[in-house]
């Protein structure tokens, strides 16, 4: 009796997906539990398994394929891998040269990001070096000795490259919202000099206790939902004609990933300490950059912080993340002459932007949320008090 391979529901908001990887091959043998393809989304890359032990039949979709949630990628056959239980071929016309897949050897653990890397370097998987359990991306660049880019093949060729599920997804989302939302960027700086001498000084006693630095970002997230609580039209959303106000803090944290942007939330953040938060920030960008992040990892989020000073920004205007209200950017923190009591002193500076929908924020609410940013900012003990 033959079991339908499906593509499985994967939240609420996703409803499709892309076949970036078959891991067997028709007339392969199969065990409960063991994946058998990989599935490109918008939001993150999945593993569908084999939900009982046989032999894969038929391959209904090659790599490539756009599916539906629900439709049949292929089948699991009763068997034990002879000829007579293989179920038929892919039909050569559905797989073209280019996207069959390069056989890597036996099966290794390894990322989705990984498994893609090694096949775009023709990399044998069982060859990779890594510390952990599974080989990731970084590991593949290593073993082949790039950084991941790759050039042309003269001084004036060109290339195509089919964009991915995620950035197809974002370069819509970011034409949609900017077509949709009032958006308007007010700016402030922020006098980093507090935050960095209470991090000197409490940084190795932070570490030896929590096991994870004292950064930047716990320091934010706590300002942000102390102004949030005192402008809350910034952390809601709009339906129809109604203002969604949300009486949680769910915050998203922008991260760059190998596909694009990707925004992680921290859920019930109101609710975690310093370290939790560094915890939680230094968990999610390790799996955005293994390509591990789950559906739960992304879904909500009532409010995001995108930092891109950590790639030397000095100035930008973030876009809104729909349906959300309001997206705090930070950048590149620098030494700039101010005054201070009447002198003129270098401080090192941090310029901050706050974008918002002016369908329902108003310019002087969103400057006194940006100011309060930084007064908690240039006075972190209260802080730690609140």
Do not use: C
Request: hydrophobic share 40%; proline share 5%; charged share 25%.
């Amino acid at each position: 009796m033959s079991v339908k391979i499906v593509v499985p529901e994967m939240g609420e908001s996703v409803v499709d997906a892309r076949v970036r990887r078959w891991l067997k091959q028709t007339g392969d043998v199969v065990t409960v539990g063991e994946p058998l393809v990989e599935l490109e989304t918008d939001k993150v890359d999945v593993e569908v398994s084999a939900s009982k032990s046989g032999v894969l039949g038929a391959i209904a979709h090659a790599e490539g394929a756009d599916v539906k949630i629900g439709e049949v990628l292929g089948t699991i056959e009763e068997g034990t891998g002879d000829s007579k239980s293989r179920g038929p071929e892919v039909p050569k016309s559905e797989v073209p040269k280019s996207e069959v897949p390069k056989s890597q050897g036996p099966e290794v653990p390894a990322t989705p990001s990984a498994r893609r890397e090694a096949r775009e370097k023709n990399v044998p998987l069982a060859s990779v070096k890594t510390d952990g359990p599974r080989v990731t991306r970084d590991d593949v660049r290593k073993d082949s000795g790039t950084s991941g880019t790759s050039g042309t093949s003269g001084p004036r060729s060109v290339s195509r490259e089919r964009m991915s599920r995620r950035r197809a997804t974002i370069a819509k989302r970011l034409v949609e919202v900017q077509a949709t939302a009032a958006m308007l960027t007010t700016f402030n700086e922020v006098d980093m000099s507090a935050v960095m001498a209470l991090r000197e000084r409490q940084k190795q006693t932070f570490k030896d206790r929590h096991g994870v630095g004292l950064g930047f970002s716990s320091f934010f997230v706590k300002a942000t939902i102390a102004a949030l609580r005192e402008f809350p039209r910034l952390n809601a959303e709009i339906s129809g004609d109604e203002m969604v106000l949300k009486h949680y803090f769910d915050i998203g944290i922008a991260v760059g990933a190998a596909e694009g942007l990707v925004v992680p939330v921290l859920r019930d953040a109101d609710q975690m300490s310093f370290a939790g938060i560094e915890q939680q920030i230094r968990d999610l960008a390790i799996k955005a950059k293994d390509n591990t992040l789950a559906l739960d990892d992304l879904r909500g989020g009532t409010f995001t912080i995108t930092n891109g000073g950590v790639f030397g920004s000095l100035m930008s205007t973030p876009i809104l993340n729909p349906p959300q209200v309001g997206i705090l950017g930070l950048h590149a923190i620098k030494e700039r002459p101010i005054g201070v009591n009447g002198q003129v002193v270098l401080r090192p500076m941090m310029y901050t932007a706050l974008t918002y929908d002016h369908r329902i924020v108003d310019g002087s609410e969103a400057v006194r949320f940006l100011v309060k940013i930084k007064e908690l900012i240039e006075d972190p003990g209260v802080l730690l008090i609140a």
